[in-house]
């Protein structure tokens, strides 16, 4: 398995631009997150959705969409980038139990000029 | 408010020697209390999950304690190897209904040879 990928790794875009995040798991888990960090905070919540087709939103999300038309699949798009979304964006993704493990890809790191 | 506070900041020690990583919270209802390690440039990966009943859990070399009295959790690791340089991240888990982690900021260990 190759457990939860993300693309690209790396990204700078300019204000306003647009851009999709890529997340992708093997592991059949319904749970699936999206969250960014950033310098001496913890990880915070943008997205989450617990199957296809239900999403909901997190702690921080606006500037974010999100959808989720297969159980792998969970992009996470960015409608016009902002210098303050400017992070390390890492995707999750656990099993149906509310209380499971998270498994979290490699990350995406972002910069907005 | 619900708040997930780790101590030190960062730590330096020197190969060989043990040290604890403090967690204290204040997130209710409570539902479980996670350690991850995150390595430089990586995702965070699991090493302990703890509920309200347990007091220990160990994986290898790391050892995590529970006190869910006084809201306390720490992460006592022994013999430390310079593969343990990493940030670890004490995460809280609401027990709401829905997708309520709490991250704490993390604590940054430094191994020296």
């Known amino acids: 398995n190759a457990g939860v990928t993300q693309t690209p790794k790396f990204q700078v875009l300019k204000t306003g631009q647009s851009m999709t995040l890529q997340c992708a798991q093997d592991m059949n888990h319904e749970y699936m997150s999206w969250y960014r960090q950033d310098p001496g905070m913890g990880l915070r919540l943008i997205h989450y959705?617990?199957?296809?087709?239900?999403?909901d939103q997190g702690e921080v999300p606006n500037g974010y969409n999100v959808s989720r038309s297969t159980t792998e699949d969970f992009p996470l798009r960015l409608l016009s980038a902002a210098p303050s979304q400017t992070s390390v964006y890492f995707c999750a993704s656990s099993p149906d139990r509310l209380g499971d493990t998270q498994y979290f890809g490699p990350g995406t790191r972002l910069t907005v000029l | 408010k619900n708040q997930v506070e780790q101590s030190p900041q960062s730590l330096i020690i020197l190969e060989g020697k043990n040290c604890t990583l403090q967690?204290?919270?204040?997130?209710?209802?409570?539902?479980?209390l996670r350690w991850y390690k995150q390595d430089t440039g990586r995702g965070p990966v699991s090493l302990t999950i703890m509920t309200f009943s347990e007091n220990t859990k160990s994986n290898g070399r790391y050892t995590a304690t529970l006190d869910a009295d006084t809201k306390q959790s720490s992460l006592h690791i022994t013999a430390s190897q310079l593969s343990d340089s990493a940030s670890y991240i004490c995460v809280v888990l609401r027990n709401t209904g829905g997708f309520k982690t709490i991250f704490g900021a993390g604590t940054r260990l430094f191994v020296k040879a």
């Open positions: 967690c204290n919270y204040t997130v209710s209802p409570f539902s479980n």
């Open positions: 959705s617990v199957g296809a087709g239900i999403t």
